[in-house]
């Protein structure tokens, strides 16, 4: 692996030779650039700390990789985008070292880059029929559209300080928004935009939703969700914290006594899904969310100061194979944990994590332990986790979700020492809206039913969109829900 | 907006600094609509608690959320009868007055360590059809657990026809095993470790029937017959060493700043 300065050195050396000819570039020379990897912590250095692990690209780097960009005009990579970002024109500026309009183009289609850029999973969606990348016939050396989103959305809130958008002359209507993630930012700004008055109620005691309390600071730092809430708020959106709707105030009650002209639903999904064997209630198992709370909202991990405690486990099993998992897995690491084991019932090819999150997590030293699962959790007469009995398993004929199916080998049962277990399997639809808004249709997952095309609930003036809707999904997906839905609540308002 | 919502048998989570701050849930003991006011009682038992009695009239709570939990279902019964155990009392007496005014009879066992931790007498005395008091070391009422007036109470005829049982887990686990026998279906209200209070973590589930349930929004009251009180009992002390930890912290601190006064 190369070190941070040395891939900057490179490709400072490389944009020299590229920059008096960069518009003369042929595809042949495009497809030439080595591809600009990101540059990283150390990972025995960042084991040790909760710092981001990627640094980002360097001016130089953001520079060479937006040059392997062909400019194809049928921009396969605008089809992958969730929202359509026009990549293309975005990517033609950065190469030209106009990054002012890079962002602008950007922000035409997504309102939260610096957190796209850091999140999204590019290699299944922009970047995965990227031309470049089906050249060099590896995903990996697609253009790197992600990075360079990042890149343009650090500088411009590095350099020129971002100016909040514009917002119309009040229309006396107004909006409530419940919850305060990623769908529900990008509604409440939507909205705001449009000068309708905007309320956005959450929960917690700092809003963000997952982007706060799930995803843990060396994957998207604190400081940037804070700067994107900072942002609404210079809008003119109220956030109001430490408010539950559903318990604190009725969602019916806001439309019918508090004069709220329309409501959106963007609660997420919140309900930890449990293996449901036996031991699972032990002292030293947690649902990943508890397991990432306490460490990234609560702020466990600072030691010293932090009054909400966090296990100190030696030998940590993580279940599960998704994002979360690795979230869960590598924060154990950083906690201080001699040994974690990630345990997933498939191989590495199902595995619905990033590639680049997997190869994080061994690259810091998690063990991978594929085809395996937990069969149950076994305890001390304190009720303390000591050990986890497995199951091995082999893939089987390919199951709806076209993933072979595991099957378990009869017989296979081993013994794993580790003394806390986190279940990172999944989460469920966030039961409270249903359960106080008995009206609300709801699927059999517990996923709000809505309209398509709008948003729209089987309640009127009530939409939703993100994770309530779609059951645990991404940041983009529940960010283009936000928006869908934001447009219909500013047509029904403009009538 | 809190005192409007809450009914009897709802919590509320409290933290006194965002950053750094636990969140611990209390019981609502009361709650004034008009004047916009809550009442929480609490014992010092850590550090966010002996903070929260170290504050003054007019200071406040960075952070109060709620209210949280499932209200208690009150109908009328017939003859219903509430333990409060020490600080247990707090929460019952919205049940209890609850229960009255749907027209039960109410009968109130009050127990506490001694004569000084009795709390809300009088209010408990305007509601209750029966009071029996008692202490461990019986400097006031009778000297006695409260798990023995309640098999005097299950023993009579009619028996009641609920117990709701509040206090300390293993004073509520013995209630349950009381009532057991005399098949008295018996309510108790359990307050566990938490952080997000909305069905998010998970971290306050127990195992109630066999199955596991989240005390923050499936609870706070389970048929005490069905609740796993051992499982739930080693939950709660799952974090014991560091809350012994920033306890006695805590009481350094306070004494540093006492001195310095």
Redesign the interface.
Known sequence: MKSADQLADEASHLFKDLLPRKDALKPKDRSGIPAQEMRVQDPQVRRGNMNEVAIGYTEEQARVEAMRCLQCKNAPCVQGCPVRIRIPEFVKAMADGDYGRAISVIRENSLLPAVCGRVCPQEVQCQEPCTMGKILKNVDHAVSIGRLERFAADREREQAGKKAPAVKAATGKKVAVIGSGPASITAAADIRREGHAVTMYE????PGGVLM?GIPEFRLPKKIVELEIDNLKAMGVEVI????VG????LQDLLEKDGFDAVFVGTGA???K?M?VAG?????V??A??FL??SNL??AF?RD?????IVRAKRVAVLGGGNVAMDSARTAVRLGADEVHLVYRRTEAEMPARVEEARNAKEEGVIFHMLENCKRIIGND???VVGMECLRYELGAPDESGRRRPVEIKGSEFMMDVDAVIVAIGNES???IK?TTPAIQTNKYGNIIVDEATGRTSVDRVYAGGDIVLGAATVILAMGEGRRAAEAINKLLAQ | MISRERKPGQFIILQLNSNFGERIPLTIADADPGEGSITLIFQTVGKTTHNLAAMRVGDSIQNLLGPLGTPTHIEKYGTVVCVGGGIGVAPMHPIAKGMKEAGNRVICIVGARNKSLVILEDLIRKIADEIIICTDDGSYGRKALVTEPLKEVCMRTPKPDLAVAIGPPIMMKFCAETTRPFQVRTMVSLNTIMIDGTGMCGGCRVTVGGETRFVCVDGPEFDGHKVDFDNMMKRLGAYKNDEKAAHDKCHLEMAVKEKSV
């Open positions: 929960a917690f005691h700092k309390y914290t430490n408010f539950v318990r604190t105030r009725k919140g309900l930890p449990f449901n699972e209630n032990l002292v030293g947690f649902s969310n508890e709370t306490r609560m702020r600072d100061h932090a009054d909400t405690p304190q009720g303390r966030n039961p409270l359960k």
